[in-house]
């Protein structure tokens, strides 16, 4: 295993793919950054301007296509490559090259992580200032977010694991990232209704609003917390979460990305000791 994880490590300070989302991360941290403090001189309200507290998380988010990228094209080189079965050859178990991959896949996803938090903090403190509120606050949202990443690694490194095709792997793992962040959008946004919403009318008097009246696009009752436990559960809405300063149970969150985390990883390692390695 430490055979396996050294050779990963190595390939990893070469690969060009995980170096240049990392830097492009970073400028992205920067430029919210500097976009932020820009946008603080126009507003008056002190109230309304950009915090490191509202903007440090705001990519977390996207990083179900960020994490499919990297993993896809990385573990795909293995098959494009023949290096999995080289690895075969040299003795290596499959349920230690599939470990080795996950854990590579995790490596590489953190990295570039914490390229967008380096971005974001070398600038927006200067500019912003300080993270606002108890610092293990801070510290719980980093660890939260980073165990999303793991869990979505996982499910990346089953599906990269098990297609030997790496361009359909790669536009199979970005498709479904953009599916998880796409359905995490709609239920955080469809749970952010107002049970009753009022109409305006203009009078000869002015803008009037009207009598408060049933939300249709409301969602109550049994939806509502499947809902809330989809966003509690899937990584890219934990990201949603992390992102608005909403984490309110902290612990299901991690007890979650556990869960997702360690059934990929055994589903993957059983069916991939059962593929034919070309």
């Known amino acids: 295993m430490n055979k396996l994880l050294l050779c990963n490590f190595s390939r990893m300070k070469k690969d060009i793919v995980l170096w240049l989302i990392s ?16 946008q603080n001189s126009l ?21 179900a296509v960020i994490t499919a990228m990297f993993s896809a094209l990385y573990i795909g080189k ?46 927006g403190i200067p500019l912003l200032g300080g993270w606002k509120g108890r610092a293990g606050t801070l510290f719980l949202y980093i660890f939260i ?18 297609s030997a095709n790496r361009a359909v792997t790669a536009v199979l793992a970005i498709v479904l990232g953009l599916v998880l962040i796409i359905s995490a959008s709609i239920m955080y946004n469809s ?44 990584p890219a809405g934990q990201g949603i979460l992390i992102a608005n300063n909403e984490i309110t149970v902290p612990v299901l ?14 589903c993957g390692v059983l069916v991939f000791r059962k593929k034919d390695i070309k």
Not at 23 to 35: L, M, T
Not at 145 to 162: F, H, K, P, Q
């Open 23 to 38: 830097a492009v991360v970073f400028i992205i941290g920067v430029s919210d950054a500097v976009g932020s403090f820009w």
């Open 145 to 162: 977010g980073a165990a999303s990443l793991m869990a979505t690694a996982a499910v990346l490194t089953m599906l990269s694991m098990l």
């Open 78 to 123: 293995e098959y494009g490559f023949g290096t999995i079965r080289n690895k075969l050859v040299a003795g290596h178990t499959r349920g230690r090259i599939y470990l080795s991959n996950y854990i590579a896949a995790v490596t590489g996803s953190l990295i570039i992580y914490c390229s967008m938090l380096a971005g974001i903090l070398s600038v």
């Open 43 to 63: 507003i008056e309200n002190a109230e309304q301007k950009a915090t490191i507290n509202s903007i440090l998380f705001d990519n977390l988010p996207f990083f």
């Open 191 to 234: 749970l952010a209704q107002p049970e009753m919403t009022s109409d305006m009318a203009m009078t000869l008097d002015g803008i009037k609003m009207l009598e408060p009246k049933p939300n249709p696009f409301y969602i109550g009752g049994t939806r509502r917390r499947i809902y809330e436990f989809l966003l509690q559960f899937l």
């Open 253 to 266: 969150n991690l007890v979650c990305s556990c869960i997702i985390t360690v059934f990929f990883n055994v």
